[in-house]
């Protein structure tokens, strides 16, 4: 069974080494707060998903997380006064609810309305029901983030999205030249191009793996 969400983000902030020498604000207090927050959304009838890590987590085991991410409109996010946002530009917020991070992808970006639309289904977290993105969804929302990773340099990121969509597909049968197609509306033609580079090579990664598991199960 999957954790509850509090539960995941409270390990994620306990477990970091970078916080050991941190004044954490009561860590503890995390799984009411986070209950606190999606009880919110549904008495405000907020459209949104979940995605990001907590929505990974409920398809793959993967790395330890310490926020909460959405897909969400702006009108939404403008009825959730309670939000303190400390970052923000079109299509992305950054903002805090009690001592919970939580990062927002707005509809205003193209891609993020077809996920949010298209590309969503319930995944049961401990006893709740969260509306989150489906496999497709976060493999286009990786893949989509990747062509600005590569221009900014940003290995460290790079590195985790490559991770986290090669332990996608090794448990889930993709058609990526799908999503490729659908990304090419959203992304300059030389993107796609290094995107099925990434693509090619992950894929051969993955029937490396499956080799290796093959011959494993052989001996």
């Known amino acids: 069974m999957i954790a509850s969400i509090g539960e995941i983000v409270r390990n994620g902030i306990i477990f970091d080494m970078k ?18 927050l999606f009880s919110l959304l549904d008495e405000r009838k907020i459209d949104y998903i979940l995605v990001g890590g907590i929505a990974l987590l409920s398809y793959i085991e993967g790395r330890n997380t310490q926020d909460v991410d959405f897909i969400l409109g702006k009108k939404d996010l403008n009825n959730l006064p309670e939000f303190q946002i400390t970052n923000q530009n079109r299509d992305f917020v950054r903002a805090s609810y009690e001592n919970l991070q939580i990062d927002l992808l707005l509809t205003t970006n193209k891609l993020f309305k077809l996920v949010r639309d ?5 995944r049961i977290f401990a006893d709740k029901n969260i509306r989150c993105a489906t496999v497709e969804g976060l493999l286009l929302l990786k893949l989509f983030a990747l062509p600005s990773l590569y221009r900014q340099g940003d290995f460290n990121r790079i590195s985790i999205y490559e991770g986290d969509i ?3 597909l090794l448990k889930y049968p993709v058609d990526l030249s799908k999503l490729l197609k659908i990304l090419t509306k959203y992304l300059l033609t030389t993107d796609i191009a290094e995107l099925q ?23």
């Open 19 to 36: 916080n050991w020498d941190k004044e954490l604000s009561n860590p503890e207090q995390l799984p009411e707060i986070v209950d606190q």
């Open 197 to 219: 580079e990434t693509i090619n090579d992950i894929e051969q990664r993955i029937q490396r793996f499956r080799r290796q598991n093959q011959q494993i199960n052989q001996t």
């Open 118 to 122: 298209e590309y969503a289904t319930d």
């Open 166 to 168: 090669t332990q996608l």
